[in-house]
C-alpha cells in the first residue's frame, strides 16, 4: 500500500509524507503508538505504530511507523512483539 502512495522514508523522494497523507486519511491511521519497556503506553497521537505480516525473528517483527511531527512514514524492523503495536 505504501509503494502505491509514494513509498516509505528510505524509498521515496519525499521521505514518505506523500504515503503518510494518504494512508493517514484512507486507512484512517490512529496514532497509538505502543508500550514503553516500563510496559506504559507512550508517543500516543505522536506516533502511529502498526505491524506488517513479517518477522524479523520470532520475538521481532517489520512495522509501518506514521510520524505525526514530520508527517512521515516509515517502515522498520526489530519491532519486539511486547511493545503491543496496533494491528488492522
Known amino acids: 500500500m505504501a ?3 509514494g513509498g516509505v ?3 521515496s523522494d519525499d ?3 506523500s504515503a503518510y497523507k494518504a494512508l493517514s486519511a484512507g486507512f484512517n491511521a490512529v496514532l497509538g503508538a505502543g508500550r514503553s519497556e516500563d ?6 497521537e505522536a506516533r502511529g505504530f502498526y ?3 513479517s ?3 520470532s520475538a521481532n517483527g517489520f512495522y509501518y511507523n506514521f ?4 508527517q512521515t512514514l516509515h517502515r522498520q524492523n526489530g519491532g519486539e512483539k511486547e511493545r503491543a503495536f496496533s494491528v488492522r
Do not use: F, N
Open 39 to 44: 510496559r506504559q503506553y507512550a508517543r500516543l
Open 67 to 70: 510520524g505525526r511531527g514530520g
Open 55 to 57: 518477522e524479523s525473528d
Open 15 to 17: 521521505k514518505g509524507t
Open 9 to 11: 522514508s528510505a524509498d
Open 3 to 5: 509503494k502505491h502512495y
Open 51 to 53: 505491524w506488517t505480516a
